[in-house]
């Protein structure tokens, strides 16, 4: 079975403030997703990254996949109130495999105006 | 381009009763979910079809749970008899399917879920 952690699980911080989240396994995945859920919305997906080290960059959001393409960031410089929401990591199979995704724990993020 | 659909948006039932979900992927995709996310979790995978055949459904718990997608295109996830711990938003996804696997194939487009209160 192939987990995804990450981390901090819930995050507090200030409008203008900088942060990073984390999401680790020991499972090798062919790309990872990261999407962003609203209260009483299903997740959105913002990003794809496929190739290990590969960084992308979405307005103040910056992600990461590791060199092992085990594990990924994301980090958002200047924090605003519309960046709150709940962040997921998933992970894609190997292309040889089934076209599944395993979810990560999550990280509840609170922007504080 | 419509979004997945999925109704009703809220459903409260008493435990051993029956409830049914539906939903309307996106157009042309040929794969389609069924996740149960509870309360501040990431999203857990209960069922996967591919067109009208399922391809994963190995955390589903066929005892109680059951789904079908007819013509492969909507799909119900229905429970009978519910429990308390059935509680929880009930998702349903979408993603297309290209003439070769490529990592756009995993890219997976979310309904807004039915919450599930069973009391």
């Known amino acids: 079975t192939q987990l995804l952690e990450q981390s901090p699980q819930f995050l507090s911080i200030q409008e203008g403030e900088n942060l990073t989240v984390y999401c680790n396994s020991s499972?090798?995945?062919?790309?990872l997703q990261w999407y962003r859920q609203e209260p009483g919305e299903g997740p959105v997906l913002l990003v794809t990254v496929v190739t290990g080290g590969e960084v992308k960059k979405l307005k103040r959001l910056t992600f990461q996949f590791g060199d092992a393409r085990k594990d990924s960031s994301l980090h958002i410089t200047a924090a605003q109130p519309g960046d709150t929401g709940l962040y997921l990591c998933a992970g894609a199979a190997p292309k040889w495999g089934n076209e599944k995704l395993t979810f990560g724990t999550g990280t509840r993020l609170t922007i504080i105006p | 381009e419509a979004g997945v659909a999925q109704s009703p948006r809220y459903k409260i039932i008493e435990k051993r009763q029956s409830v049914a979900f539906w939903c309307n992927p996106i157009?042309?995709?040929?794969?389609l979910y069924w996740y149960q996310q509870i309360l501040g979790q990431g999203p857990k995978l209960l069922i996967q079809?591919?067109?009208?055949?399922?391809?994963?459904d190995s955390q589903l718990p066929k005892d109680r749970f059951s789904a079908e997608r007819l013509k492969g295109v909507d799909s119900t996830l229905k429970i009978q008899p519910a429990k308390l711990e059935d509680s929880a938003v009930y998702l349903c996804?979408?993603?297309?399917?290209?003439?070769?696997?490529?990592?756009?194939?995993?890219?997976?487009?979310f309904g807004p879920g039915t919450r599930l209160t069973v009391t």
């Open positions: 079809f591919q067109n009208n055949g399922v391809v994963d």
């Open positions: 499972s090798v995945f062919s790309s």
């Open positions: 157009s042309g995709h040929a794969t």
């Open positions: 996804a979408s993603s297309p399917r290209r003439g070769e696997v490529d990592f756009h194939d995993y890219e997976q487009y």
